[in-house]
């Protein structure tokens, strides 16, 4: 297959079997990949899995193929969308009052639960009933809960910046876009953000065994892939392109900042074509 011979893998049988046991109507690099990806689990064994990229890189897709996948070669395996972990509406508010308006909007750190997104992540590993939230993006709030019948093998938190760190507060000096220019004179928003990233998402990262990194080729691509989401959602909440670009401007800092040094530490590291196609596979020497 073709994914295997990128990360240099040898292409085994029962990888080709559980990739032709796979969704048939998902993208083919994403089928072969999440095979690719449970075929080395299998082995290593990881407890806790990261699963991270931009906008629009297809994070849920590829998680959903890896449980399906995980299952095939005896894994038992579950996914957290680290979104379903964001502040409910009324508590965001809350925050824009206390902190910025611009944690009004879901998305940065700062806007989610990471200590409830934690102590799940953790009991799944041994509970057998664990109770998560569920948030709807259309309706921008939690709308109630799911529960997940454990143990799991492997608990993946799937999420846009999973994996991300605090800069030096140096580089925060300037803004990099218009939202930051115009509607955090003052560096707080961003500051605050950069903060939470050195204490409690630094704790979460800190239980993940290893991470996955999509590399987006750039943010072009994050705004071209933000807006064919878009098409997916009923008519009334669709975002136009000029809200589509000012919602992605709230991700742009960390984002670029997760292309400079996300590379560094993911196992493996997939970098993305224009098309959304697997362009290359990056594992860490020894793993």
């Known amino acids: 297959m073709k994914l295997a011979r990128l990360a240099g893998r040898t292409e085994s049988d029962l990888q080709r079997r559980c990739v032709d046991a796979l969704d048939p109507e998902a993208p083919p690099d994403y089928r072969e990949l999440a095979g690719l990806l449970a075929i080395d689990w299998a082995q290593s064994r990881p407890r806790r899995v990261g699963l991270a990229g931009g906008q629009g890189a297809g994070k849920s897709t590829l998680a959903g193929l890896i449980e399906s996948a995980c299952s095939h070669v005896g894994i038992r395996a579950c996914v957290l969308a680290l979104d379903d972990f964001y ?85 925060l000096a300037e803004p990099i876009n218009a939202l930051e220019r115009d509607e955090d004179v003052e560096g707080r928003w961003r500051r605050h953000v950069n903060r939470q990233l050195s204490t409690g998402y630094r704790a979460l990262w800190d239980v993940l065994d290893r991470t996955v990194f999509l590399e987006v080729p750039d943010l072009l691509a994050v705004r071209r892939w933000r807006g064919q989401q878009e098409q997916g959602r009923p008519p009334e909440r669709r975002l136009d392109s000029a809200a589509i670009d000012r919602f992605v401007q709230h991700y742009e800092r960390v984002t670029i900042s997760m292309l400079e040094r996300s590379p560094k530490r993911a196992d493996p590291t997939v970098r993305l074509a224009a098309d959304h196609s697997v362009a290359a596979i990056e594992f860490r020497e020894g793993s």
Do not use: M, N
């Open 87 to 171: 502040l409910a509406k009324a508590a965001r508010h809350s925050l824009s009052q206390r902190v910025h308006p611009l944690f009004e909007t879901r998305g940065p750190p700062g806007t989610h639960d990471v200590d409830g997104c934690l102590d799940s992540i953790l009991e799944l590993a041994h509970e057998s009933v664990v109770e998560l939230p569920v948030f709807d993006k259309g309706l921008d709030d939690r709308v109630g809960t799911r529960v997940l019948e454990g143990p799991y093998d492997i608990v993946v938190l799937e999420g846009w910046c999973v994996g991300a760190e605090a800069v030096e507060t140096e580089a």
